[in-house]
């Protein structure tokens, strides 16, 4: 592990970094802007609590889907050409989304748009790491990108809460996101051509089987927050059954999805289990706040939505200020140091009760903010480094789908708890920060002893 090596300062290229992290705010922009407008969108569309689930996790079932495919395809096919595909759809799905004059269709766009929104941060990271050699040039490139992910959580919150001051101006927000993604499109020339020296052959059986495998667990937990029913545990049934295929079909594939050398490689695995654990736990936790700020609290729209900016807003500042600290965070003790940080941020929410006031939120956000701003740039620079130079945009497609798949499982886990245990939201809330908490902990262990074998490459 490498805590204590002060980068020496470079000059990072700019022309690449301004479309990618533009790029990706925009991603995290549209996948947070339902969060707090669905009370809006929901009465406008004669929207039921099963719909406004799958409104909610729509965009999720599309990322975790994609994720890994788009950053397999941008390393055989070229990473620019993938990228540019991802914000042609994000511009189609939002288009969709504002003209939806159903549940079913807004689901429809959402989905559309996390698949190009996959192809964004797959290929995007990717060819942040082909234009920064590694080292201090891109330390501070992926400062940059981590900060880009919660400069888009904190936009779409405040845009979020705007929508719910104003009405029924939900739409407009999507025809925006189409509007921008247009504008960045253009921009991507900046980014060169970047793809694999040596491409892969795509192992076309196990993509279908993980996309399947991924689509089925994301539905599954889905249609399982408001309890587990027939649909629910058919779902479930038919992942572990693609799970079991993809276990069978991947040792005879000549050049399979996953190298098996990566899942032994103490770093590759301590980067994807690093951002399972804080979707899990952080993303989790974060998109609970407002919930619980407006239910149990009796805060407004714009309160609500101001945590999760502030926590948005601390992790940029976090994010932007890891280059400039003499500690890189390196390698799998790296990543468990920092995600004890976030579990100690989550333990400041113990004891919240009826009367308290919103400052208490307010701490933990900014708390935890802190720990997940790191590890925003940290997890994108180990995503990269962890794997071959011909496969970073797998690697990055890899760790992101880790991150949404952990949000979507953190997500219905959180909200299940904190509806069904004690009177209150409030007291369900206490449960949650301490196993949010847990999870940190238990995360940064298992990472921990991966680091006692060194960190390779």
Known sequence: MSLNIKPTRTRVEVRPLVPVALGTAL?????????VSLPVTAPDLDAGAGARAWILSSMSLGLAAALLASGVLGDRYGRRTV?????????AGAVVC?????????VAGRTVQGVGGAAVLACGLSLLAARHAPGPDRLRATSLWGASVGLGIAVGSVLAAAVGEVGSG????????????????????????SRADAPRRVDVPGLVLLVAFLTLVVSALTQARDGIDAPAAALAVAALACLAALAVVEPRVREPLLDPALL????????????LTLGVSMIGLASLTPTVAQVGLGAGVWSAS???????????????????LPWTFA???GIAVLLVLVALGQLTGLGLHDGSGLWRLAVVMVLTGVGTGLLNAVLGREAVASVPPDRT???SGANNTARYLGAAIGITVLVTVATHVGDTVVDGWNVVVVGCACVSVAGAAAIAALGRSGRPG
């Open 393 to 395: 945009a797998m690697g």
């Open 306 to 324: 101001l945590l999760a900016a502030l926590w948005a807003g601390v992790s940029v500042v976090a994010s932007l200020t890891l280059r400039r």
């Open 83 to 91: 990228y540019d595909v991802g914000m042609v759809l994000v511009a």
């Open 27 to 35: 991603v995290l922009v549209t996948y947070v802007t339902p969060i």
């Open 98 to 106: 504002a003209v939806a004059g159903s549940p079913a269709v807004l």
């Open 264 to 275: 032994r490689s103490p770093a590759f695995v301590a980067a994807t289990l690093g951002s």
């Open 331 to 333: 390698g799998p003790r």
């Open 170 to 193: 939900w739409r407009e927000t999507y025809a925006v996101t189409a509007v921008a993604a247009g504008a960045l499109l253009p921009l991507s020339g900046r980014l060169g051509a």
